[in-house]
């Protein structure tokens, strides 16, 4: 039996996110520490707590990762710089022209260790030559709130800038370099994981191009002359021949980790660990498919847990804050109109829903109690009504990043 729904799937989401936690996966996939010059360099709202993670095993190292605001953690040796996210900031362009700075003479006989996670892409910032910081910063919030997928966005920002597209490798090279990371991205391409800075790239500026005209960003002169003068590195380039990419942590793992958990208890469906698209719209297959699960169980039946991940996406057109997974559960629980045996969660497991400092949010039965449901989704404004209505799920940072959770619990009927 399930006597508490809402703290059922909140125990799922923690599992998800518990079994990603770099202070538990990371050591696993670490070599011995290598012999001569090594160093210690990364991004991502999980880079700090990996960097923590590796002098547990190594002991302290020299380096320096970038994280979010609000995600550092204490280390011996390797520096940890906060810069902005998701849209990036100063401190991120200087953390980054230090960490290539870092990277100059290295030689064969050195070890470069690449620590990259999600949200790589905005604090991992380089502007392409020609390009300011706000010209970068534009054409990154004109992306997120465009409802473009996040592999159309990491295309541009990859021609957009002077270390991602694997230029970050090839400023190591003839160093040997070992990049650990972990996926944020549906079917965990490499070269889409804080834009693939240690990965080659078969896009072309061209393509680049297509993405901002199909999503009508608007770009100056600046942007389109820094277009032209990508230094994306193709695969096969000898300056990658060094390098090494591993995903040590990714979103099927977190999904299976809640399913083994809840199957004493569930009949459990795994819809995917890579679903994308428009997250209200989603929310409607999948309320659909809960309710005609509810129709079909009987009164001794299990009841059946929906599970899914992936990375929505929201069209920005109204004034409010909100995120892809609060937005997701206002439309389920709008389309589910209170049904009496249907319970949800969505969060991400980085504990941020958008820019809010929200993980997501919980959806029950008694959701709708709580007027201007419509309104708000019509806004953006997810976040402000879960917060009215006493649903909103808050974490603070959990230190890694494995994308979005999505549990939707169908009980039977009695």
């Given at each position: 039996m399930i006597s508490d729904p809402a703290a059922f799937l909140r125990q799922l989401f923690d599992r998800a996110v518990e079994v990603a936690d770099p202070m538990r996966s990371l050591a696993a996939v670490l070599p011995e520490k290598p012999q001569g010059r090594l160093i210690v360099i990364g991004a991502g709202k999980a880079s700090a707590r990996m960097a923590e993670a590796v002098e547990a095993a190594w002991g302290p190292c020299a380096g320096l990762v970038i994280t979010r605001y609000g995600h550092a953690r204490p280390c011996r040796g390797i520096e940890i710089v906060e810069a902005a996210h998701p849209v990036p900031d100063q401190a991120g362009v200087d953390a980054t022209r230090r960490i290539l700075s870092s990277l100059q003479g290295l030689a064969e006989a050195d070890t470069v260790l690449a620590l990259i996670s999600g949200g790589a892409s905005a604090l991992l910032c380089a502007p392409a030559e020609g390009m300011t910081l706000a010209e970068k910063q534009a054409v990154n919030a004109a992306l997120l709130a465009s409802g473009a997928p996040i592999s159309a966005m990491n295309t541009v920002?990859?021609?957009?800038?002077?270390?991602?597209?694997?230029?970050?490798?090839?400023?190591?090279?003839?160093?040997?370099?070992?990049?650990?990371?972990?996926?944020?991205?549906?079917?965990?391409?490499?070269?889409?994981?804080?834009s693939g800075p240690t990965v080659g790239d078969t896009t072309t500026p061209a393509d680049a191009r297509a993405i901002l005209d199909r999503w009508s960003i608007p770009v100056?002169?600046?942007?389109?002359?820094?277009?032209?003068?990508?230094?994306?590195?193709?695969?096969?380039?000898?300056?990658?021949?060094?390098?090494?990419?591993?995903?040590?942590?990714?979103?099927?793992?977190?999904?299976?980790?809640?399913?083994?958990?809840?199957?004493?208890?569930?009949?459990?469906?795994?819809?995917?660990?890579?679903?994308?698209?428009?997250?209200?719209?989603?929310?409607?297959?999948?309320?659909?498919?809960?309710?005609?699960?509810?129709?079909?169980?009987?009164?001794?039946?299990?009841?059946?847990?929906?599970?899914?991940?992936?990375?929505l996406t929201v069209t920005r057109e109204g004034d409010g804050i909100g995120g892809p997974n609060a937005e997701f559960c206002l439309a389920l629980a709008l389309a589910l109109e209170g049904h009496p045996r249907i319970h949800a969660i969505a969060c991400d497991t980085d504990g941020v829903d958008g820019a809010a400092e929200i993980a997501g949010a919980l959806v029950g039965p008694m959701t709708l109690n709580t007027p201007g449901a419509a309104a708000a989704l019509s806004r953006n404004d997810a976040h402000g009504y879960f917060a009215r209505a006493g649903a909103q799920v808050v974490t603070g940072p959990t230190l890694t990043n494995v994308n979005d959770f999505r549990a939707i619990l169908v009980l039977p009927p009695g």
């Open positions: 920002r990859k021609h957009l800038s002077r270390v991602k597209g694997g230029q970050l490798a090839a400023a190591a090279y003839p160093a040997r370099m070992l990049a650990l990371m972990i996926s944020d991205v549906p079917d965990d391409d490499p070269a889409f994981i804080g100056t002169d600046g942007v389109r002359a820094a277009l032209d003068r990508s230094g994306v590195v193709r695969p096969g380039d000898r300056r990658l021949s060094r390098t090494e990419n591993v995903i040590y942590a990714a979103p099927a793992q977190s999904l299976a980790a809640a399913a083994a958990l809840a199957e004493p208890f569930a009949q459990v469906h795994t819809l995917g660990d890579n679903l994308e698209g428009e997250a209200r719209l989603v929310a409607g297959d999948q309320a659909a498919m809960a309710i005609d699960f509810a129709a079909r169980l009987k009164p001794d039946d299990a009841p059946v847990l929906l599970l899914s991940g992936g990375e």
